[in-house]
Every structure is written in C-alpha cells, then in structure tokens.
C-alpha cells in the first residue's frame, strides 16, 4: 500500500475548550507508540476523512507535524459522537518501519456467484469477514480478496489455507482449515426441522379449534331438543284444558 501524507499541527488546546477547535473543522488526535513520547496534534476534519478512506487501519500514513517533523503511523482508533455521529477524537499508533505491526485486515468476496444462487438454491455463507494480520507496517494491504467463483456445489468451501495473498510478506494468524465462505443450501436442515414443526403445531392448533367447534355445535343441537321438547310439552297441556273446558 503507497505511503499516504496527512498534515497536522502541534496542539496545545486541551480538555473541554477543544470543543470550540472541532466547531472550526479541527479534530483533536494523539499519536503514542512502544518506546516514543506520545504527543497531541491538531488536523483539519476534511483532510483527516479523505485520509481515513484512503488509508483505513491498515495504510500506512506519513503524518507531517508542523514543517518538518514526520511520524509514521497507522489510525489506531476513531472516536464517534454516538448522538451527532461526527469524528470527535483520532488515535494514532507510531510505528518502527523496521518492525512488525499486528492488524485486523478486512476479507472482501469478489468473482461471480453460482448459478444456484441466482436460482434461489443456496446462498454464498461468509463465515469470516475479518483476519489478524501480522508484516512490516509498510507491507500491510488495505483489504485480502477472496474468489468465490469455484464454489459450485452445496458444501464448496474456501479455507484460509486457499487465499491468494504474499505469504513472504503477510502472516495470517488463523488455522489454515478454517473455513472464511461456503456455498450453503438456501434453506438448512435446522430451518426444515423448524418449518416442519411450526406447521405441526399450526395443524395441531386447527384441529383442536375444528374439535371445538363440533362440540359447540353439538351443545346447540341438545339445547334445541330440549326446548323442543318442553314447547311440545307446554302445547299438550294447553290442549288438555281445553278439551277439559269443553266437557264442562
């Protein structure tokens, strides 16, 4: 990755008056490092966001303190305002070109999908988005690619051991076997077992209201015989009385 060049300037503001640095587009940062003073710098905001995407945590940045002076560093870390989500402080790691650095290294799918993708069948599983990544602080690479254009059938799988990347320069420091993309059925064994059992249930559920509704229907038809039968009962009786009356 080229050697980027970021400006800064000696910061002498400190505490809460920073606040009026990063309303006049400055955001305060601190460079430290093994063995070197640590020291508080000044950048300006549109600048340090250009740099950012450019370089990431990996790229190496040449960053130039007032007219002369250059320190050589990575962005450590990047602290946001949860509310306003706005850069409010930089850390930056100085670090000995002579040495190696240990970085988190992003894993980026690149090449065609299967077919069966396409066709709903599977779907490409990354099981590995990221990897730690040891070399030179000149010698770290923005991102490692990973092909997915030889996974044809279901269980296809790429492994670290299978990455393309310079193995002189970059040490990965996970098991070569473990499995970074997979081509993976569309619906797995576990979510077959879970459809299955949620329509089981569903079935369950409507016979049990399908029960229900016959005894209810049931209830009703004996309700009916009985008042049935008392009505019946109510017209002979009146029936006997007037037959009564009659022979009177």
Do not use: C
């Not at 492994?159 to 990347?165: A, K, N, S, V, W």
């Not at 576990?190 to 016979?207: D, F």
């Amino acid at each position: 990755m080229d050697k980027i060049t970021l400006q800064a300037e000696e910061r002498k503001v400190l505490g809460k008056k920073v606040k009026q640095l990063r309303r006049a587009g400055q955001l305060p940062a601190h460079v430290f490092g093994k063995g070197v003073d640590g020291e508080n710098v000044l950048i300006a905001a549109v600048d340090f966001i250009k740099t950012f995407k450019q370089a990431g945590e990996t790229g190496l940045i040449n960053l130039k303190i007032g007219s002369e002076r250059v320190r050589p560093v990575l962005i450590r870390e990047v602290q946001i305002d949860p509310v306003s989500g706005e850069i409010v402080h930089i850390d930056f790691y100085q670090v000995n070109l002579a040495e190696k650095v240990s970085v988190p290294v992003p894993l980026v799918l690149v090449g065609d999908q299967p077919e069966s993708v396409g066709l709903g069948e599977a779907i490409v599983l990354q099981t590995l988005s990221e990897v730690s990544v040891e070399a030179l602080p000149a010698d770290l690479v923005e991102k490692i690619e990973v092909n997915i254009s030889s996974l044809k059938n279901i269980d296809d799988a790429i492994t670290i051991g299978q990455l393309t990347y310079d193995r002189e320069k970059l040490t990965i420091a996970v098991d070569p076997e473990e499995i970074v993309v997979k081509l993976a059925p569309a619906v797995t064994a576990e979510m077959e077992a879970l459809l299955e059992e949620q329509a089981a249930e569903q079935a369950e559920a409507a016979a049990e209201e399908t029960g229900e509704e016959g005894e209810k229907e049931e209830g009703e038809g004996e309700e009916s015989n009985e008042e049935q039968t008392a009505t019946e009962g109510e017209t002979g009786e009146e029936q006997a009385k007037v037959e009564e009356e009659k022979s009177e």
